[in-house]
């Protein structure tokens, strides 16, 4: 069974920055890409950045420059650092193993909130 458990939001003041980190069981970690995704209410679930297994990164446009995505196939963790946060970065952010498909495959995901 997929466990996914993120951790690292909080509040910040738009141009700070935070560090998300997700911790992930219950798959071979090393050759599963892995996702980061976030959402508000009201909106779908977006696609903010993806790396493979073996370290390939792709980003959105809206995170490009600002956010890195990096792993840890050691610990089983991915992470999300995000610099020059901006109000419309506030969202409750998830990691994703890329090709699982179920609700195990979400965690409770971790609020990140930017005030202007």
Not at 14 to 22: F, Y
Not at 69 to 87: E, Y
Request: aromatic content about 6%.
């Amino acid at each position: 069974q997929v466990q996914l458990m993120e951790s690292g939001g909080g509040l910040v003041q738009a141009g700070g920055s935070l560090r998300l980190s997700c911790s992930a069981s219950g798959l071979i970690f090393s050759i599963n890409g892995m996702d980061w995704y976030r959402q508000v209410p009201g909106k779908q679930r977006e696609l903010v950045a993806s790396i493979t297994g073996r370290g390939r990164v792709n980003y959105a446009d809206s995170a490009k420059g600002r956010f890195t995505i990096s792993r840890d196939n050691a610990k089983h963790t991915v992470s999300l650092q995000m610099n020059d946060l901006k109000p419309e970065d506030t969202a409750v952010y998830y990691c994703h193993p890329t090709a699982c498909i179920g609700a195990e495959c979400w965690g409770p995901g971790t609020q990140v909130t930017v005030s202007s």
